[in-house]
Nanobody
């Protein structure tokens, strides 16, 4: 069963840092685009950062200069390093990736279960 498992959420004060990680299960033969989304209460899910197979990175404007996305395909893992956290970063963060299962010739899109990040003084 292919799945994405996120870890690293928590409660922090403004200005602190946190790193989220997301690891794809074994049983996949390829990883294409990977990304982090977030959803704050009462708001739509938004794309925070993405990274292609060739490691081209994109960020939403509100996190540029503060967040860094990275990946290691050998470890089947994508990270989101979050610095200078603000209360408005409070949300459930979701990992998203295009994965090719071993028994498939095509890539399909997968979501993690989400991890809560709360920034409050």
């Amino acid at each position: 069963q292919v799945q994405l498992v996120e870890t690293g959420g928590g409660s922090l004060q403004p200005g602190e840092s946190l790193t989220l990680s997301c690891t794809a299960s074994e049983g996949i033969s390829g990883i294409d685009n990977m990304a982090w989304y977030r959803q704050a209460p009462g708001k739509q899910r938004e794309l925070v950062a993405s990274i292609t197979y060739g490691e081209v990175k994109k960020y939403t404007n509100s996190v540029k200069g503060r967040f860094t996305i990275s990946r290691d395909d050998v470890k089947r893992t994508v990270w989101l390093q979050m610095n200078s956290l603000k209360p408005e970063d409070t949300a459930v963060y979701y990992c998203n990736a295009d994965l090719q299962p071993l028994n498939s010739e095509v890539y399909s899109n997968w979501w993690g279960q989400g991890t809560q990040v709360t920034v409050s003084s």
